[in-house]
C-alpha cells in the first residue's frame, strides 16, 4: 500500500521485485487487501499495472493524535545520539511521517517544530560512554562479554565477565544492568574502559523486566540513602535559592510566612556537613531552628569567621 501511495500505478512485476515474492503473490495479496475493502483495481495494457481509486489513501501507522505526538518525542536526541542511533532516529521518523496522509503528516512535523526535550541539566557535564554502541551491539546479539571496570572509590580496575540485560539512562548517565553469576548488578558505562565480545550466548534470568527492576533498584538505593534532616527560618529574599536546593539538599516541606514574612523550611541534606555549609551560605538571611545541635554548630563557625576577620 505505501508503494502504491508512493508510485499511483505499478505492474506486478515491478512489485514483485520490490517485495522480494512471486508475481502470484502480489496476486493474492492485492485479492486480499480488495475483500478488506481496500479500493485496489488493476489496469491491463503495456502501461498498466495495480493502482489505487484516485485520491485514496490511508494512515498505515493507525496512530492517535495523542500517539503520534508521543512517538515524535519517543527518546530524547542526546540519548540515541550517546547510543549510534541518532540519524537512524531521523530517517525513521521521515518514513514514519512520509506514510501518513497530508493533514497528519503537517501534524506530526509541526510537532517536531515546536516541542523538543533535553534531557541535561545546565552546569551538568557530559558523562562520556563512548563503549555504548558496541554494549548495545552486544545486547541485541544476546552475547555475553569480558569487560574491564574501573572502580568507584579504589584504586584500579576489575575484570568481569558479564550477561548484559540492558542499558539504562538516568538523564545523561548511561548505566549497563548485568548479571555477574547470580547476582544482578549496576555499572556505570563511562568506567567501563573495554568490552570484547564473547562467543557465548548470554543468560538472561526468566521473566526477567528490565524496567520494573530498575524501579526496585532506585528506590531500594534511594532508601539507603544518607538523611540529615533540619527546620531553617528563611527570610523572603533568600526563599528563591532555598527552593532551588542544593547537589546534596532539597526541601521537603514549607511552612506558611511568619508575621516577619520568614518561612520555615523542612530540609533534608545528606550529612550534618551538607546542612552546615548550607545555612552558613545564607548568612543573615537563614536562621537553624532545629536541630540544636546544628544551631551550635552554624553559631561557633559564625564566630570564627568573625574572629578570622576582625
Known sequence: ???LQGHGRLPA??????LEVSERTISRDMEALSMAGVPVYAERGRRGGWALTDGY???LTGLSDSELRSVMLAAAPAVLADLGLGPAADRAIVKLIAGLPVGRRREAEATRGYLHVDPTGWRRSHDAAPLLPELERGLRLGRRFAMT????FEQGTVERVVDPLGLVAKGSTWYLVAAVGDQIRTYRASRIREARLLDEAAVRPPQFDLGAWWAGSRAAFEAQLPAYRTTVRVAPEAAVRVRRGWQFGRVEEAGP??????ISYGL???TSDEAADAVLGLGPLAEVVAPSELRDRV???ARALVARHS
Open 1 to 3: 500500500m505505501l508503494l
Open 13 to 18: 512485476r515491478a512489485l514483485a521485485e520490490r
Open 57 to 59: 489513501r490511508t494512515d
Open 149 to 152: 571496570y574501573e572502580r568507584a
Open 257 to 262: 510566612p511568619d508575621d516577619e514574612g520568614w
Open 268 to 270: 533534608r541534606f545528606d
Open 299 to 301: 553559631l561557633t563557625a
